[in-house]
């Protein structure tokens, strides 16, 4: 049986420690300084150094096309997403984020005859746009303008702080609206932006995609960013012939990108780290090998060890009102050090052999709770690193950078976590003192020697 949890806090504050003996605790014999003794199994929770860090996420992506162009982000294009809007979180720290949606569509394989002989004036054009994200303030309408694009956008694998030309003028109508709360919006576009664009939207297949440059979506003054289904967002043209009889066609979605950038950003709560999807802002962590504790466990049988970051969704304020999912995934890319073995070699998978980068599959179902490395992959890690310690040299990773990756849902296998999450801009507090649930940490389980 195992005794109950003694933690100990090392000088400094730095190494959170915290242990479970087979035996009375009396004989473990963890002082300040000290190693571990005894030969019984024990559990310690070692905490990083954590600071703030901030790479802009990916938000664009390139579908595939009525001509079949493989997509960049191709495992995530049935789930992607763009958004529109601004939000003003209650949560310290976020500031006001907007979001500015820019989409681009297929040429079709050919058109209805009536739409090719109608007249210009007896055409409607519109787009229509899918719900599936909110964030902010559910109640009333939103204005939108939607403007052209001056030129080709290349939105494939764009990161959040591009952005692209758009004409001065909205092409939508005036006074255009959106409920935030329908599952089907549809944003009407003007006459005269039919009668300019007849020859373009009359064309087929590439010929049609090379002389259209898509769209910029803007909300101005929302207090909510919304995001649309890129996989079912259509532009629509529609005629009613004089009986009545009415033609559609819609232009498939080609590709979508959103541009996110935040004002007004504070502190966020004492006793918290922000991570906040986005804008990119996440945690780095490094572990000190060659300090106390872990400089005592080199030569230690290493039974498990997880790597544990903590949401802690209690500290969050939600006004009445206010819409705020939880993300349902995170991401933790690491570094590796000079000469550290290669990233398959201690579980993950490799991001860049030229950043020496690799991603830490993550556990699904730990979301959104926390972003939880499995032993599998954890416990090579921290072996490899021993040993490495040992040879006087760096551990296998240098850092661990934390952000989130908001998936489709949590019913996804563990290989799924090592993709880049959906266009999201949530945020989560990080624990930085031991209050439940405590803040990150790795958690070994050695038997001492």
Known sequence: MRSSWLPALLVGGALLVSLTACSDSSDVGLGVGSGLQGGNPSTLDVTPDVRDTTVAPITGITRDSAQGRPPAQSQNQNAWRFLVGSVDDPTPGTGVVTANGYLDFAGRDNLPEDLQNASPDALTAELRLTTDYLHGHSSGTMDVEVYDLTSEADMDSARATASFDAAPSPVSVNGAQINPSDSLVTIRLKASWITGNIGTLLRTGSDFEEAFSGFKIVAPNSEAVVGFSSSTAALRLRTVSSSNDTTTADYPSLKTFTHIERTGAGDPPPGYRLMQGGVGKGLAMEWAFRDSPLDTLESAPLNQV?????????????????????????????????????????????????????????????????????????????????????????????????????????????????????????????????????PPRATLTVTPL
């Open 306 to 438: 997880n790597i544990f970051v903590p949401n802690d969704t209690s500290a969050l304020e939600t006004p009445s009102g206010f819409e705020r999912p939880q993300p349902q995934g995170y991401r933790i890319i690491a570094t590796r050090s000079s000469g550290a073995p290669s990233c398959p070699v201690v579980g993950s998978v490799t991001l860049s052999d030229a950043n020496e980068a690799c991603v830490l599959p993550l556990v699904p179902s730990a979301a959104p709770a926390s972003a939880l490395v499995p032993d599998d992959v954890a416990r090579p890690t921290f072996r490899q690193s021993f040993q490495r310690v040992r040879d006087d040299q760096s551990p296998v990773f240098t850092t661990f950078r934390v952000h989130i990756a908001d998936r489709e849902n949590t019913a996804v296998n563990e290989a799924a976590t090592v993709r880049p999450g959906l266009p999201t801009t949530l945020p989560v507090l990080v624990p930085v003192d031991g209050t439940e649930p405590g």
